[in-house]
């Protein structure tokens, strides 16, 4: 019997990566005794089309700095494979890498939520185990899959959208991203 390494997979567009995506994802590494998370960068992310997203290697280094000595790590897949991000393409490379593995796929209630729209869902549901996670201001409504896990964890209501704006009024978003995450974003002027 090979024991199967259990692998839970942050998806995001991390723009930036802020302390609600880490808490989220140490959560589910803890309640189901996971072995390893790993955060996955979009390319470009398709229900983002409407806004400018930051560069992929910026969000990509930021990603590593946010999670530089952490049990978590950091997957290129989605900004390598040309084209906008699909769940379903990130999960077979995922498994393509690291099978024999169970994955578990976290996503917040906002995205969980939107779930019946993405791509291949069938497909979706043999590739990955869905994990969704309370976000305050989101309710865990209807619309969740009956197979899901569903984690109560502790509420943060940070979000990029809300750093971003942060930045561009002047205010500090310390203590809100990691600090190198912090140091990054002054030190190349995003989201000025
Ligand atoms: P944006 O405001 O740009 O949409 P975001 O904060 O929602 O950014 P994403 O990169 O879109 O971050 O989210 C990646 C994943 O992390 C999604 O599944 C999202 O639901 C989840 N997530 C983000 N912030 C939180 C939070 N504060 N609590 C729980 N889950 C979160
Ligand atoms: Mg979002």
């Not at 700095?65 to 897949?77: C, D, E, I, K, Y």
């Not at 995922?94 to 497909?123: C, K, N, Q, Y």
């Amino acid at each position: 019997m090979t024991l199967r390494r259990r692998v839970g997979v942050m998806g995001g567009t991390f723009d930036p990566i802020h302390l609600g995506h880490l808490v989220a994802a140490n959560e589910v590494y803890y309640h189901l005794a996971l072995d390893e998370v790993v955060f996955v960068p979009t390319g470009q992310p398709w229900q983002k089309a409407d806004r400018a997203v930051t560069d992929p290697e910026h969000r990509y280094r930021m990603t590593l700095l946010g999670t530089a000595g952490s049990p978590f790590t950091v997957s290129r897949v989605d900004i390598q494979r040309a084209g906008p991000t699909f769940t379903v393409d990130t999960l077979r490379d995922l498994h393509s890498a690291l099978d024999p593995v169970d994955l578990f796929f976290i996503t917040g209630a906002d995205a969980l939520a939107g779930m019946h729209t993405w791509r291949e869902p069938e497909a979706l549901r043999s590739l990955a185990h869905m994990v969704g996670v309370t976000r305050p201001g989101h309710e865990l409504g209807g619309d969740v899959p009956a197979s899901a896990t569903v984690l109560e964890i502790p509420a943060l209501e940070i979000s990029s959208t809300m750093c971003r704006e942060r930045v561009a009024a002047g205010r500090p978003i310390d203590y809100l991203v990691p600090a190198g995450v912090a140091e990054y974003i002054r030190k190349y002027a995003l989201y000025l």
